[in-house]
């Protein structure tokens, strides 16, 4: 009996180590854009993704609790806290919720609980990633993903699909516009933002002059495809980027950083706008691109509130009107939609409708409620000053790099979400994106300042 409990216990050991969430997060990183070849292939709609999304809820909300039972004595960390209260809203809001059948059976790209729960598990996962090595790795994994995803958008920007837009194809086809693997333009606009400030990113830091060259012109390319998506979104999350880089890199040379090495990183940002530039001066002049969305944005912003983001307004108007009587905890886990139905002003058909608030902080707000936004905010503030008091005081230049890559690439991503869908297929790469900036050496635990104030006092 002692005896299996030992292998038990051993394999247990292995599971939540290190090594086991390395693979736990590459190997769905990899298999969404790989299950979506072949959905495609099959003319299959978000088949295989949310099946995938949920085997890593199930599997890390395992490791999760297993981790904790079997290291009872561990410190604890902000980032535990989050991924716990996270789990405990999205529950309280699926068991309140206004329409169960929509909870439990969405379909498509509606999110289930156990979905969120392979966030919070990606998440949890990340921060666990400490080694250099296996962290340089995971960025690799979002560099193939950009390979895959940029490969496919580029055949679409010349008239072979791959496969088919399901979603809102209206002129997707004629006008050749890029969406990858992801079945709809915006979606792939907005997971375009988040690989494209990893690629550029690494081309700025890296001190390997192949891989240099390798990444920027990757970095270019998805640049090209993010902007023949033609999802305005993305431009937001790009601006965000570059605002973010010129930011940092005032600040960086503000508090003494090497001046030689940061020299080095503004010429190579200068090469990076140059490039994106030309980018821009091609899609307009060669392919039609941008002139059109400039205008229609003119237009809207003319046409009133309910009219602005191509009706985002109208689908923000209605969510709030619906969420002082849902306050809470939300209207129900990923039932936007029901803002429509529950409301006795309403009229009109499903086809009016929407089953996302094109916001994802308001999505959260008016699904999951008041306690669930704060939780996923104060996650997002707490992961800013974090990553940017690594990139600052982080003696390590190369984890530094890495930081500062990674918190690049959640500026972005964090920019355009004011704009964008919670698709179950894009969504992961953000969660793992926030648990690899706070990993644990990148918090402070609790009781940090009290165990230093009793080893002062020793002194």
Known sequence: MQEIKAKISD????LTSETFFYY??????????????????HSQVFASQPIIVEMAGFLGGFLFIVHF??????????????????????????????????????????????????????????TMIHDKQLRKNILKA????????????????????????YWVCKNTYSDRLAYGLTQNTNWYGGLSVLLFACTAGIFLFTS????????????????YTLISSEARLAWVGSFAFLVFMIISMIVMRHKGYDKEKLKSIQKRFLILLAGMTIVVIICIVFFGRIIS?????SSELNSGFDGFGSGRGKIWRQGLKMYPKYWAF?????NFRDVYFLDPDFHGDEAVTSGKAHNEYLQYLVTQGIFQFITYISLLIYT???????????EDNEERFINWILLGMFIGYSAKAFFDCNIVNILPYYWITIGMLLTKKSQRHFGYHKMNKAVSEKK
Request: glycine share 6%.
């Open 11 to 14: 394999i247990l050991e292995k």
């Open 24 to 41: 736990y997060i590459v190997f769905v990183m990899i298999s969404l854009p790989v299950t979506e070849i072949f959905d495609g292939r």
């Open 69 to 126: 039972i079997k290291h009872r004595h561990i410190k604890y960390y902000p980032s535990d806290l989050f991924c716990i209260l996270l789990f405990v809203f999205a529950l309280l809001s699926a068991f309140f919720t206004q329409n169960y059948s929509a909870t439990a059976f969405g379909f498509y790209f509606d999110e289930w609980l156990s979905h969120f729960v392979g966030y919070f598990g990606l998440m949890f996962a990340g």
């Open 142 to 165: 979002f560099v193939a993903v950009t390979v895959i995803q940029t490969a496919v958008a580029t055949l679409q920007t010349f008239g072979i699909p791959v496969i088919s837009c």
């Open 208 to 223: 390997n002059k192949i891989t240099r060259n390798i990444l920027y012109a990757i970095s270019m390319l998805c640049f």
């Open 293 to 297: 969305r400039l205008n229609k944005t």
């Open 330 to 334: 939300g209207i129900g886990l990923d």
């Open 384 to 394: 800013a000053i974090a990553a940017v008091r690594n990139v600052i005081h982080n």
